[in-house]
């Protein structure tokens, strides 16, 4: 099981351990069924593929050596996204001992924190997404029943459409989307500049451009995509820029945003963000599976909103 993942991503990045051969090995295979990767020390549960914890390999993605490469390694040079490798290759090792704290025995899933912000600054949740009733988590699903009770105190069961791996779903405004315990809109045909795609979320129940803050929100909102054939051309607007700063990303709010594996993706094998002065937006880039990418702020581009959270009705606004 490799639990905690962002957290070793970062460290590996940060801390100038290398590995001599510039990989280290971990605990998944697909040696019992190829294409099924599974960890091998966590009750053999699926590890899913794809966004966020998958790199490329001459702008394919992987895992992509089929039966020649059964074995999963986290690769330097790809800011340690994980590659399948063939097995007999000779790599570090990344061991973990198992503890009862911060392991999820259920997916077998790496686990994402809100990562670490620029000058060591953790990004932190935006709102407490509180007001939901058990449900199944830790599965993808089209629609949940949903109990929410407001400050009547009543209680109401609502069906909603919902996606998720790891979070419960909550009663979204009209056109927005349960993905990850939070509310989204998808605006496919708003293509406009990122300023414009600010106050277009702003017109949709006061909202504001997504804050993608964590792995698992990525992963959700680009699976979301995937199976549901929304995806535009070019990609997603969402609330992350350094126009205060070079290189200093924040979201709107001010707050730093995450810059660290496995949020970012790669162009021509260069990790991003690295458009310099040119390019101080954010976005999800659907050529790059959705990975966050900067880009040049007039460019034109879907819009990815996000609902506001009203502290004061402890409901989705």
């Known amino acids: 099981m490799f639990s905690l993942a962002i957290i070793f991503f970062t460290l590996l990045v940060t801390s100038g351990v290398q590995p001599t051969s510039g990989a280290y090995w971990i605990g998944a295979t697909d040696r019992l069924q190829e294409g099924k990767f599974i960890w091998i020390s966590n009750n053999q549960t699926e590890l899913s ?3 966020p914890f998958w790199g490329t ?8 050596g089929g ?10 040079n790809q800011a340690y996204h994980f590659h399948d490798v063939e097995c007999s290759v000779k790599l570090g090792a990344l061991c973990e001992q198992n503890t009862d704290a911060e392991t999820d025995t259920t997916t077998g899933e ?7 912000a620029t000058d060591d600054v953790t990004a932190t949740t935006k709102e407490p997404y509180t007001l939901t009733e058990a449900t199944t988590p830790n599965e993808r699903t089209s629609s949940s029943a949903l109990e929410t009770t407001g400050n009547t105190g009543k209680t109401d069961t609502t069906t909603v459409e919902h996606y ?25 045909d708003a293509v406009e500049s990122w300023t414009a ?3 277009t979320c702003s017109l949709n129940n006061s909202g504001r451009l997504a804050y993608v803050d964590n792995c698992h929100l990525l992963g959700d909102l680009a699976a979301y995509l995937v199976d549901n054939d929304i995806s535009p051309t070019t990609g997603y607007w969402i609330g992350i820029h350094d126009h205060e700063a070079e290189g200093i990303f924040r979201f709107t709010d001010g707050t730093l945003a995450p810059l660290t594996t496995p949020l970012w993706g790669f162009t021509n094998d260069t990790m991003e963000p ?5 390019e101080n937006c954010v976005a999800m880039i659907a050529a790059d599976d959705f990975f966050l990418h900067d880009e040049d702020c007039d460019a ?3 819009v990815l909103c996000e609902a506001a959270w009203n502290t004061d009705t402890q409901f989705y606004m």
């Open 49 to 51: 593929l794809g966004t």
């Open 57 to 64: 390999s001459e702008n394919i993605r992987e895992p992509n």
């Open 67 to 76: 039966s020649l490469q059964n074995c999963v390694a986290m690769m330097k």
């Open 110 to 116: 790496p686990h994402c924190t809100t990562g670490v």
């Open 164 to 188: 998720s791996t790891t979070e419960k779903p909550v009663l979204c405004p009209d056109g927005y989307t349960s993905i990850s315990g939070r509310c989204f809109l998808f605006l496919t």
């Open 197 to 199: 795609a600010r106050l």
């Open 274 to 278: 690295n458009g310099g002065l040119d």
């Open 300 to 302: 034109a581009l879907a």
